[in-house]
Structures are given as C-alpha cells and as structure tokens.
C-alpha cells in the first residue's frame, strides 16, 4: 500500500495540497499549515496509506509544494 509521509513542521501553508485533493487535506484554522486528515504522527511527521485512487493527485501535490514536505512512499 502507498503512503504519503508529510513534514508538517516545514509547511508554509500555501494551499496547493487541500486543492489538489481535498478529501486528504485541509488547512488549520489554527496555524494555517495543511493538515494530512486521519493520519498517524511518528517522530514528528504525519504518515497516511492511501488507496491507488488517491496516488494521482497526492503526486500532484507532492510535485508542486514549494517545501517540498510532502514525500509518497510505496
């Protein structure tokens, strides 16, 4: 199974993320920065399995964050 492995503490919050998939990210209201929804946090960074629908547009998210703190792992 794929995962998405996201490095929240890098995040700029710029949005790109939540609009490509909007069913696996939002943005907090809190400190503005993406938020991977139902993921588990391991050593200070959020792991999430997805499903091979979900793969096309987390690659695209991955692909254009700035930070580049969104990483796919299979």
Do not use: Q
């Not at 993320?17 to 696996?24: G, I, N, V, W």
């Not at 588990?40 to 096309?56: A, C, M, Q, R, T």
Request: positive net charge.
């Amino acid at each position: 199974m794929t995962k998405i492995i996201h490095y929240r503490d890098d995040c700029i919050g710029c949005g790109l993320c939540a609009e490509y998939s909007p069913e696996l990210w939002e943005i907090s209201k809190i400190d503005g920065k993406a938020l991977l929804k139902n993921s588990i946090l391991k050593k200070n960074v959020y792991i999430l399995e997805i499903n091979e629908s979900d793969l096309k547009d987390t690659k695209l998210a991955a692909r254009d964050c700035p930070t580049r703190v969104i990483k796919i792992m299979k």
